[in-house]
């Protein structure tokens, strides 16, 4: 049974630093696709950052520069290390998973919910100003 849940979510001022974890279970973590969404109130969910099993990332315009996806197979953990965070960074963050098996997609696909099998709970981050 693959199992994910995050921490590390909280409140900061606008300028300030989080670092979102994603303890990862059930599965060989390594040949996975890893993403990390969020989800505003009264807003779609949209995706942040995203890490394949080949290690190639990709990110949201939005937050380019700022935040970054990396993993500790090791710890079989991914992190969202966010840096310079603004007002409308708040939302519930999640982490996501698949196997991606099959053709190799595209990063841009990777930033798209429907690409993930697997989802953690969330964890709130608020940024104020």
């Known amino acids: 049974q693959v199992h994910l849940v995050e921490s590390g979510g909280g409140s900061v001022q606008a300028g300030g630093s989080l670092r979102l974890s994603c303890a990862v279970s059930?599965?060989?973590?390594?040949?996975?696709?890893m993403g990390w969404f969020r989800q505003a109130s009264g807003k779609e969910r949209e995706g942040v950052a995203t890490l394949d099993s080949r290690g190639r990332t990709n990110y949201a315009d939005s937050v380019k520069g700022r935040l970054t996806i990396s993993q500790d197979n090791a710890k079989n953990t991914l992190y969202l290390q966010m840096n310079s965070l603004k007002p409308e960074d708040s939302a519930m963050y999640y982490c996501?998973?698949?196997?991606?098996?099959?053709?190799?997609?595209?990063?841009?696909?990777?930033?798209?919910?429907?690409?993930?099998?697997?989802w953690g709970q969330g964890t709130q981050v608020t940024v104020s100003s």
């Open positions: 996501a998973a698949d196997p991606c098996q099959g053709p190799r997609r595209p990063l841009f696909r990777l930033l798209m919910s429907v690409e993930y099998k697997y």
């Open positions: 059930g599965y060989p973590y390594s040949s996975y696709c």
